[in-house]
């Protein structure tokens, strides 16, 4: 056992109903061997009030920092962590002339495992230990991710991209094997430890109908495995998918029409959006993943935050590397705290702003 002393920033847990940030300017953390043998948080709070059912217990005071709970990384790619900072004009080029010459290497379960265990050590460094990953189309680049994730501990959830259209040949899968690969995986790794498996479908433009449809059949059969995808980033691609499906009202619809639309479903980016879309989101209980580093760098537009807060639908930050540029531009929701806020006692609420 061993305690730290110093600024503690923590969350109420979950279902509280005001999600609450706390701030203990001088606080204790005690934490033990948990079950598995990786040290857990034992207690946490003021120290006037903890120290003294900690007595001998070895304490190292660390004055004038902030302990604070690890970031979530909404969205991000981990086959994408050599090609960071990669310039194009716009999504379509950037995914034709760096992400699938890229993501083809993952065919080799070597290379998988070698960027794996870089890319979990990355996220660890940058403060990071909650993820929602896409891996590749290959079913052993998500092997590999989960096995790095497993021996680190980390909290990862991640799926076999869908792809089977509108993809170069080594990334393109098909329709009937990729469905029966996610399957298997999701058996495999879901609710292992602390991993999840996402339902992953690219994005709407690189999947057929009978791809999405039988994503959707999944995502019925085992509601309490994520899905992700992408949505509504550029304008050039929302085009593309009203040509693709144009009986859908939008391309969020389009998800929505196959059933990829319910609660654990997250969509990044979420920035072309009119008022229905928004309400569509809110309806479903599905959240966006908002990307800002990614959205600037490959000049994709803005979240709309009120927009968002007006409906009411959910929403967090995440990275998106490699369209994203830094693994450190995930963030939690920091509290709106006022000075007179910060002793002890539940801080405003953590809406970002
Ligand atoms: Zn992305």
């Given at each position: 056992m061993k305690a730290y002393r110093a600024a503690i920033l923590r969350f109420a847990a979950d279902g509280d109903p005001h999600r609450c940030a706390i701030y203990d300017e001088d606080g204790l953390l005690v934490v033990a061997p948990g079950a598995s043998g990786v040290p857990a948080v034992h207690a946490v709070g003021p120290y006037r009030e903890l120290a003294a059912r900690f007595p001998g217990v070895e304490t190292e005071h660390l004055a004038g920092r902030i302990i604070a709970p690890g970031f979530v990384d909404l969205h991000i790619h981990y086959p994408q962590t050599n090609m960071i900072g990669a310039p194009a004009e716009g999504l379509l080029p950037w995914l034709e002339h760096y992400t699938f010459p890229e993501e083809k290497r993952f065919a080799a379960s070597e290379y998988s495992a070698q960027v794996a265990s870089f890319f979990i050590a990355e996220l660890l460094r940058n403060g990071v230990t909650s993820a929602l990953a896409f891996a590749t189309s290959h079913p052993n680049s998500v092997d590999a991710l989960f096995g790095a994730a497993q021996a680190r501990g980390m909290r990862l959830i991640t799926g076999k991209v869908l792809q089977d259209r509108h993809s170069p040949d080594g990334l393109r899968d098909e329709t009937e094997q990729s469905l029966l690969d996610t399957e298997r995986l999701l058996a495999k790794w879901h609710g292992v430890g602390r991993l999840g498996y996402a339902i992953t479908p690219r994005f709407a433009p690189s999947c057929t109908p009978e791809q999405l449809r039988g994503a959707g059949l999944l995502a019925a059969k085992h509601p309490d495995v994520w899905i992700q995808s992408h949505v509504a980033e550029n304008r050039d691609e929302v085009a593309w998918v009203r040509e693709l499906f144009p009986a859908a009202r939008s391309y969020l619809s389009v998800y929505q029409d196959f059933g990829?639309?319910?609660?654990r479903a997250i969509y990044a980016h979420c920035i072309h959006f009119d008022e229905a879309d928004r309400a569509l989101m809110k309806e479903s209980g599905a959240a966006a993943a908002v990307s800002p580093t990614s959205n600037l760098f490959l000049g994709s537009g803005f979240f709309d935050f009120r927009g968002a807060d007006r409906v009411g639908y959910r929403y967090g930050l995440a990275s998106d590397v490699g369209g994203g540029t830094s693994f450190t531009r995930s963030t939690p929701c920091w509290p709106r705290t006022t000075s007179a806020a910060r002793r002890s006692r539940p801080a405003a609420s953590c809406a970002p702003d």
């Open positions: 990829l639309l319910r609660e």
